[in-house]
């Protein structure tokens, strides 16, 4: 049983302004009787405290929060005195970045220490590209891992990318990026095919790899509806001159960064949803991204790139399609089948209907629970 004492506190290096997965982790525990706290980056276009139904998200400013090695040591070391200073059971770290402050403070605070893995360290681009950096972090993880006492992933595949990699760390948990019921207001009531928007809708951040230029090329193909991206990121600008120089500016609208929690209302009116991950490295190669989930419990068909989890979902539950991002032919009649055949898409919202009542955070909460109660009651 919960006890209204227990306190856990969140840590990450983002500014957690989107942060759905932790939204979703911290709300859970304050509706099963914990008290919680969110530290995280401040960044100068955020508020340094705001508050989440009475969880406060206090973000730590330091000099350098654009990048760097400075950025890293900085924020630990400040992030270090915030949680010497405070009373907790329970430290749920998010992500390697934040690993070296929180295992101090886990020793001397003899707390029970989350670490929560968004993406497979190993797996991204600072090992390839800057071998130095990615050789210190992978000693760091290999060092401070084996102080974890729970290592929580995203999916299946991240697990055994872990349990290959450390051998004799605790058994992975799973906890998968699946949305609440709660955070869509017309869940029994969604809009059918003529009375949504007929736009296909991209949401995310813009970065290399996500498949945005071939989709924005597929739009020249498509004559019967437009593309919406929400977001924002570093290949904004050249999304924006690709779309000029193609003349797509009817067909391609962009219309910036939308609060978190206002995004499914967005998802449930648009014809289908995309996904266009690129398999390169092992996070894009095995990624299920919140996005895909989103899209499902919206009840909104998905467009999706041929990586391996993708084709897992879509084999369990047909809720979209898979296309070849090397065609972008194969993009353009992915969209224009949905905005076009109400079969078609009726088929594909049906299915969606059926696996959201699986895919949801409902499903994951309680073992969320179960695993801080498990771990409190042990240390």
């Not at 919680?36 to 955020?46: N, Q, R, S, T």
């Not at 194969?330 to 009726?346: C, G, M, P, R, V």
Request: charged share 25%.
């Amino acid at each position: 049983m919960t006890r209204l004492y227990d306190k856990i506190v969140h840590a990450t290096i983002n500014p957690c302004q989107d942060e759905r997965r932790i939204f979703s982790e911290a709300l859970t525990a304050a509706q099963n009787g914990y008290r919680v706290e969110i530290f995280a980056l401040k960044v100068p276009e955020i508020e340094e405290i705001t508050v989440l139904s009475d969880i406060i998200i206090q973000r730590i400013p330091i000099k350098y929060w654009r990048g760097g090695p400075l950025k890293f040591l900085t924020f630990n070391w400040k992030l270090f005195w915030k949680l010497l200073g405070k009373d907790f059971n329970i430290l749920h770290v998010h992500d390697l970045w934040v690993l070296p402050a929180t295992v101090v403070v886990a020793i001397f605070k003899k707390c029970k220490l989350v670490y929560d893995s968004h993406e497979f360290a190993r797996g991204l681009e600072i090992f390839q590209q800057k071998r130095l950096s990615g050789k210190i972090w992978a000693l760091t993880e290999k060092l401070l891992i084996k102080r974890v006492d729970v290592i929580l992933t995203i999916n299946s595949y991240h697990k055994q990318l872990f349990l290959e990699t450390y051998p004799h760390i605790p058994q992975p948990e799973v906890i998968m990026n699946f949305p609440s019921r709660r955070s869509i207001p017309n869940y029994n009531n969604l809009p059918k095919f003529h009375s949504r928007r007929n736009i296909v809708l991209y949401q995310g951040i813009f970065k290399n790899h996500r498949g945005l230029k071939q989709l924005i090329k597929a739009m020249v193909n498509v004559n019967s509806g437009s593309l919406e991206l929400i977001g924002s990121g570093e290949i904004e600008t050249s999304l924006r001159e690709l779309v000029k120089i193609l003349r797509l500016n009817e067909k391609v609208i962009f219309r910036g960064r939308i609060d978190w929690n206002q995004l499914l209302k967005h998802s449930s009116n648009a014809k289908a949803g995309l996904v266009l991950f690129e398999p390169v490295g092992l996070n894009y190669r095995y990624a299920s991204p919140n996005k895909f989930f989103e899209y499902v419990m919206a009840g909104t068909p998905v467009i999706v790139s041929n990586i391996i989890p993708f084709k897992d979902f879509i084999t369990l539950y047909e809720v979209g399609v898979l296309v070849d991002l090397a065609s972008e032919d194969s993009i353009a009649l992915a969209i224009e089948k949905f905005l076009t055949d109400e079969k078609n898409w009726l088929k594909y919202h049906q299915n969606c209907l059926k696996a959201r009542e699986v895919w949801n955070w409902e499903f994951q909460e309680q073992k969320l629970i179960d695993l801080y109660l498990i771990n409190t009651e042990n240390k």
